[in-house]
């Protein structure tokens, strides 16, 4: 009794220590913030157990459909490599309807065969309060869907990609034009291979290879301005030292020379990727 009471008079003492380094806001909002954890850790674990109860009420041949059902579901929707919300993938589900609170064993089941099976990732992101799935290769990175020269738009893609890489990841609106037109592309004009550009870009947006954001520094408040930076999607499927490659091939240069001029866009490149995939 007595080492408890000494064991929590240290503890005290520890915290009160602690407090007195730290100036009394920042010390409040590191217990807020603790706080805030655990119970965001505790509320993770309560809905796992509550996902696994529903689960164990479903027969297996059931289970085994839902899984079969949502599979080929990502798998369909990938082919347009658009991320789906889970409302979509709840409807479009026979069963999970009346079984939506297993909705985390049977994605669970399904990103097992997805990963051995396909070579797929399913990954989750957020955007406001919505929660979207989308598929990204796991197989070998450098010849994956996105790097793959297959197709103008795919190479419109990764380079503009390229621009917005040696931007440190923020390009705005007004250098994507004129980077489109040094290409021969014009924006607002339709173009013999890439049609209608600002619709391909907002294409490019959905499939999260690319983001838009308003520009909140923008000085015309009458005329809204944007920053492109990469999308999700980009980030999980392509690599900071194959974009250095490509603009070392375009310029006909060693890539070393690259990597040394751009060492800062390669440190806030990882930065941003490390922000974004938690």
């Known amino acids: 009794m ?3 009471t000494m064991s929590s008079q240290m503890s005290k003492r520890g915290r009160v220590e602690e407090d007195e380094e730290l100036p009394a806001s920042q010390s409040k909002r590191s217990r807020a913030a603790e706080a805030m954890d655990l119970s965001q850790s505790q509320g993770t674990q309560r809905g796992v157990e ?25 798998l369909f929707n990938d082919k347009r490599k658009v991320p789906v919300k889970r409302k979509d993938i709840v409807d479009n589900v026979t069963g999970l309807k ?10 669970d089941n399904a990103k097992v065969i997805l990963n051995e099976i396909f070579g797929f990732d399913v990954i989750e992101c957020t955007a406001g309060t919505q929660r979207y799935f ?9 010849a994956n869907r996105a790097w793959a020269s297959g197709g103008e738009q795919l190479s419109l893609m990764v380079l503009i990609l390229s621009v917005i890489f040696m931007k440190e990841n923020r390009l705005k609106d007004d250098e994507l034009s ?14 013999n291979v890439h049609g209608d ?11 999260k290879y690319l983001d838009r954001q308003s520009d909140s520094n923008q000085e015309d408040s009458k005329k809204r301005t944007y920053i492109w930076s990469w999308g999700l999607r980009a980030f999980l499927e ?4 194959q974009v250095l490659e490509t603009l070392a091939r375009l310029h006909d240069q060693d890539v070393e020379e690259w990597k040394l001029e ?12 490390a922000d974004l995939i938690r």
């Open 238 to 241: 392509i690599e900071a030292s």
């Open 178 to 191: 004129l980077f489109l037109d040094s290409v021969g592309i014009e924006r607002g004009r339709k173009h």
């Open 134 to 142: 989308l598929l990204v290769n796991a197989l070998d990175l450098p």
């Open 262 to 273: 751009f060492t800062g866009a390669v440190a806030s490149h990882a930065k941003n990727k």
């Open 2 to 4: 007595r080492r408890t």
């Open 50 to 74: 509550s996902a696994k109860r529903a689960a164990e009420a479903i027969s297996p041949a059931d289970m085994k459909k839902m899984v079969a059902a949502m599979v080929r579901f990502l």
């Open 98 to 107: 009346e079984h939506g609170r297993a909705f985390a064993v049977v994605l």
């Open 197 to 207: 550009v600002d619709k391909l870009l907002a294409t490019f947006c959905q499939q």
